[in-house]
């Protein structure tokens, strides 16, 4: 049976939705090299450095998923808060002597390599194999209609997230108040 209806081509590179594909694929590779920068540096100020790097990335993946509060949130609480802290906390800290680990489980070195490869593969082959249907979008993201959801509809969510971070608050000043007595 032949179809009647015509195949639609990809976008061009040169065209808006070739170039916006670019820049997502963009944003995707700052991600993952924030990610092994972060992971890889054996010096705590490049590690802490790649990991901004990362945060900026998620908040471009935020971005272009339709959520320009949610990136603009994770630029101002992670890059600028989280970050900042854990710089501050690093130039803070005594200085430790280096000490070298080894070996220490089954999924490092070739054997952990070839693991993520292959859940990387898999992934990947799932992604470009699944049809991805357009999808309207829902709203405009804007501030005014988050917040009147966060007062409405996500109320007891929003009231539930305050109190675990007070709580996490609270733990924070026990352990440090029973690392002061020792």
Do not use: H
Not at 18 to 29: C, E, R
Not at 69 to 94: K, P, R, W
Not at 151 to 172: K, N, Q, R, W
Request: proline fraction near 4%.
């Amino acid at each position: 049976m032949i179809s009647s209806t015509p195949i639609a081509a990809p976008p061009a590179l040169f065209s808006a939705d070739g170039l916006v594909g670019v820049i997502f694929l963009v944003m995707i590779g700052v991600t993952i090299i924030g990610g092994f920068i972060a992971c890889n540096s054996e010096r705590l100020v490049r590690a802490v450095a790649g990991l901004i790097v990362c945060f900026v990335g998620v908040a471009g993946l935020y971005y272009f998923l339709n959520s320009p509060f949610v990136a603009m949130m994770q630029v101002l609480i992670y890059v600028g808060a989280v970050a900042v802290t854990i710089s501050f906390a690093i130039m803070l800290a005594a200085p430790e002597e280096q000490k070298k680990i080894g070996v220490s489980g089954p999924l490092v070195g070739p054997f952990g390599f070839g693991t993520a490869a292959l859940i990387a593969g898999g992934f990947s082959v799932l992604a470009i194999r699944t049809e991805w249907p357009v999808i309207a979008k829902i709203n405009d993201g804007s501030i005014k209609k988050i917040g009147i959801q966060l007062l409405t509809d996500y109320s007891m969510v929003f009231e539930l997230i305050s109190i675990v971070l007070l709580i996490a608050i609270i733990g924070a000043l026990v352990i440090a108040r029973v690392e002061r007595k020792n």
